[in-house]
């Protein structure tokens, strides 16, 4: 079955960077479109970042852009999401999912595939 593990989270300063990985196995993760979302405590889960099958194509919420860079290794069946100037509004946990379509969609419907999440805190 398709797993998901996500790791990378962790405590950081605001103006710090981290970098999340999320680990796929039981799929041909060259065929699956990637995405990350956030969920903050008493918030709706939110789009982040979504990239294409071979990562020549990506999008971002307007909150993470210029700030976040979604990129892949399908040779390490792996996504990541390096996240640099963070800020105390970032602080959420974050969860790796996947669909294996071509169209990039930001809607948690479109993705059928999910991690268990990890969490990522920034202090001001």
């Known amino acids: 079955q398709v797993q998901l593990v996500e790791s990378g989270g962790g405590l950081v300063q605001a103006g710090g960077s981290l970098r999340l990985s999320c680990a796929a196995s039981g799929l041909t993760f060259s065929s699956y479109t990637m995405g990350w979302f956030r969920q903050a405590p008493g918030k709706e889960r939110e789009f982040v970042a979504a990239?294409?099958?071979?990562?020549?194509?990506?999008i971002y919420a307007e909150s993470v852009k210029g700030r976040f860079t979604i990129y892949r290794d399908n040779a390490k069946n792996t996504v990541y999401l390096q996240m640099n100037n963070l800020k105390p509004e970032d602080t959420a946990v974050y969860y790796c999912?996947?669909?294996?379509?071509?169209?990039?969609?930001?809607?948690?419907?479109?993705?059928?595939?999910w991690g268990q999440g990890t969490q990522v805190t920034v202090s001001s």
């Open positions: 990239i294409s099958w071979i990562g020549n194509n990506t």
């Open positions: 999912a996947a669909r294996a379509a071509v169209v990039l969609v930001t809607t948690t419907a479109g993705y059928p595939y």
